[in-house]
């Protein structure tokens, strides 16, 4: 072997070396953020990013897109503005540049797409296209956000063979719903139709029937439970109907996939009464459909079952909760867990 060959070969190997140091510290940084342990994560992957790592710069640019406003950890809590621009950011302006949005300079499309997802005015084209490219809870809670913000016409527009609709399980909840509608013990039905969707479809229910079908309106039972998903138990309270519907939550979470990180909480906090604490988290919260605007924020390298059972995902719902108590509109709300408003009282004091 030659002098110059032994020196590619050194080479070679060092790069390798490198890259597969590069490798673990991304999953460190990975393991570490989904530990909830943010001192130990964050730098991992902002020195990544800032060495041009585009899985670190994708990943802690969504972190900061898709985290709760108020769930930030103690970690970044202490630090000031400049240290949090530094550790979260790329340089560029007083407030430094989103390093998705870097991506999306670099001619990312799904950067770009992701973006573009942020946007009020954005499409179902753009969801379809995050869908299309695996980031399916990106493109859901778009498609959502469209069809809540009164577009119903690009919900109902999507052709049948559109990636995006099959992955749209409010619509196929309502759809059942209107093929065979409730009968007179409503709590009864509910619990027989499908978990997963099944508040999503409610909510789309109480908007289209009153519109497209009249006579299949949900009965008062069911529309109280449709105001407790959007944030507002007071009528099912009122009405003396929070035991049932609190029946109906606890078998709906261990089975609901958009509530997985409710059940995660619920389960390890308040074993006892999982049905309630799943109504006050969704109250506390300002509703289910909020719950599902923060799940991973990439699943490139996070899925969603490992990001919604994760100590970070149940650590973001909490301090999440504890941030919106001092809100004017969660005072003098009713009380539906003694055991959830503990929990949060715990936090406000840590």
Not at 143 to 170: H, K, S, Y
Not at 268 to 282: E, F, K, R, Y
Not at 321 to 342: D, K
Request: net charge negative; hydrophobic share 45%; charged share 20%.
């Amino acid at each position: 072997m030659t002098f110059t060959s032994r020196i590619a070969g050194a080479l070679v190997a060092c790069a390798l070396s490198i890259t597969a140091v590069q490798a673990q510290s991304l999953q460190d940084g990975i393991d570490a953020w989904l530990a909830d342990d943010d001192a130990t994560a964050l730098p991992i992957l902002s020195d990544l990013a800032n060495a041009g790592d585009v899985d670190a710069q994708m990943l802690l640019g969504q972190i900061e897109a898709v985290a709760p406003p108020g769930a930030g950890s103690e970690f970044l809590a202490n630090l000031n503005r400049r240290e949090r621009i530094a550790l979260l950011r790329s340089e560029g302006g007083l407030s430094g540049t989103s390093w998705t949005r870097v991506q999306e300079r670099d001619g990312n499309p799904l950067a770009a797409a992701l973006m573009e997802a942020r946007l009020p005015d954005a499409t179902l084209e753009t969801a379809s296209f995050l869908v299309q490219e695996g980031e399916v809870q990106a493109g859901t809670a778009l498609a959502w956000q469209v069809f809540d913000r009164g577009r119903w016409n690009e919900i109902f527009a999507l052709t049948p063979d559109d990636p995006l609709l099959g992955e749209l399980d409010f619509v196929s909840w309502s759809r059942s719903y209107f093929g065979a509608p409730p009968g007179p013990d409503a709590w009864a039905w509910l619990t027989d139709t499908p978990a997963t969707g099944r508040t999503g479809g409610m909510m789309m229910v109480s908007l289209v029937a009153p519109v497209l079908a009249p006579h299949l309106r949900p009965s008062e039972q069911l529309r109280d439970y449709i105001q407790a998903m959007r944030g507002t138990p007071e009528f099912l309270v009122d009405n003396g109907d929070i035991v049932d519907a609190a029946a109906v939550m606890e078998r709906q979470l261990p089975l609901d996939s958009n509530l997985a990180t409710v059940n995660a909480y619920c389960s390890s906090t308040c074993p006892d009464q999982v049905g309630l604490c799943g109504m006050a988290v969704i109250a506390a919260t300002g509703g289910a459909d909020r719950i599902k605007l923060h799940d991973t924020p990439y699943e490139a390298l996070i899925s969603q079952e490992q990001f919604a059972q994760s100590p970070r995902a149940v650590g973001e719902l909490r301090r999440w909760m504890a941030s919106l108590q001092s809100s004017a509109e969660m005072q003098g709300r009713v009380v539906l867990s003694q055991c959830v408003n503990e929990d949060i009282a715990s936090i406000t004091v840590e």
